[in-house]
């Protein structure tokens, strides 16, 4: 027992099971330690003989002081005979989709709904979950109640959404005029899987015991398992070549060609820092990615483009904007000019780092090889112990990359090999290219291999 104070709770240890803490100046008055880490204020009392609990809040959103003075409130409103858990309870029973909607955007600009790794979701996730509840969730079953939903309901959703019943045309600040919001699998897909996160969130503040969205079977995203074949990875090449001559998209085409290069995701290229950048290693230590902090491995192609921008780059990115010092921002707007009408006109920039993990499995390189390489959550656990980088992830990032330039600049590969350090991995990559597309090797190819 003790006064629970500010101290007190940031203190108190998170254990593999929940547990309480009573404050011994208010009896009934206590926190909630969660396995999960949080913490949370509530009072216990008895009424119609049974023990009650009524949750005040997060700690975060509460202070020790604020949920203290409620405490007292519905304390004294208790000991007049009224009985706020079940009055809660009652409310919560009423509860629409659209408020449990509202509650859940609160929490989420609090950091209190957390994503991959135990994390606060990222910006770039939460404007995608307000997208995904105020253009399709609230559209379709804003009105019904929580506590009314079954499982044909949440069907019900991802098939309105695939059909393209929430489709509409909205006025977006970020692109300045107009964007489309389509259906789809894949848009169903992720706002299902959103919808369910929702629901569980539902299910923790105990509005609802069960979770409707579990066991729906969802489309497979075909966005997912797009792919370049050889042939497009040239057609790729010619677009970004005329797109060049045209000094707007200058930015826009070495954005895509690095991303076609490392395997990166689009927003961990367009806001990589030159801090981030370490050319001696041959790898870009990412601060922030998707998984976290991730160190990724890149070919000598993207090293020597590095390189050669550096010396005349300013500034905090490697890819600036328009700003004092932000990032390139014109990117999104870009690539849909670039790519509508065209033959590839489909891709996404997900299908380049896509592209670029399947030409590495085509060039036979593990899995662990490719989990490292591109940062997905599988190589995490071996990217956390990576110092200075292993020759052989650094070989593969080489001999990878230059197959895809080589793709991109048009050449006809008949075979591959494997490349070695920064004058011999020269040579190799080199010797390599020479070799995939039958030509022999110059007196200066030699002259480096020896």
Known sequence: MSKLTKRVVDAAAVREKDYFIWDDELPGFGLRVFASGKRSYLIQYRAAGRTRRYTIGLHGIWTAETARQEAKIQLGRVAQGDNPSEERQLDHQALTVKELCAMYLKDLDAGLILGKGGRPKKAGTIVSDVGRIRRHIIPLIG????????????????????????????????????????????????????????????????????????????????????????????????????????????????????IALTGCRRSEM??????????????????????????????????????????????????????????????????????????????????????????????????????ALVGHAKGSVTSKYIHSLDTALIMAAD????????????????QTAYALDRDSRKAALSRFLLQAIGEPETEEDERLAA
């Not at 489709?167 to 369910?196: D, E, F, H, W, Y």
């Not at 990878?400 to 008949?414: A, T």
């Open 143 to 258: 009105n019904r109640k929580v506590k009314d939903l079954v499982k044909a309901d949440v069907a019900k959703v991802l098939k309105d959404v695939m059909a393209g019943k929430t489709a509409v045309s909205v006025k977006t600040k970020k692109l300045r005029g107009k964007a489309i919001v389509r259906g789809g699998a894949g848009t169903a897909t992720r706002t299902v899987g959103l919808l369910g996160g929702i629901l569980t969130y539902a299910m923790e503040a105990g509005i609802i015991t069960s979770n409707p969205a579990h066991g729906i079977r969802k489309p497979k995203d075909n966005v997912r398992d797009r792919r370049l074949t050889e042939a497009e990875y040239r057609i790729l090449g010619e677009m970004l070549r005329a797109a060049a001559e045209n000094p707007k998209y200058e930015m826009t085409v070495e954005i895509i060609r690095q």
């Open 270 to 371: 367009i806001g990589l820092k030159w801090a981030e950048a370490d050319i001696d290693a041959s790898c870009i230590r990412l601060k922030e990615s998707k998984e976290g902090a991730s160190i990724r491995p890149v070919g000598l192609p993207v090293i020597e483009y590095l390189e050669e921008r550096r010396k005349t780059a300013t500034g905090t990115y490697v890819f600036p904007g328009q700003g004092e010092d932000n990032a390139f921002g014109g990117f999104p707007n870009h690539w849909r000019q670039m790519f509508r009408d065209s033959p590839l006109a489909d891709v996404t920039p997900h299908v380049l780092r896509h592209s670029f993990a399947s030409i590495a499995n085509d060039l036979g390189f593990t899995e662990v090889t490719i989990a």
């Open 399 to 414: 001999t990878i990359s230059g197959y895809i330039q080589g793709l991109l600049d048009g050449i006809e590969f008949k």
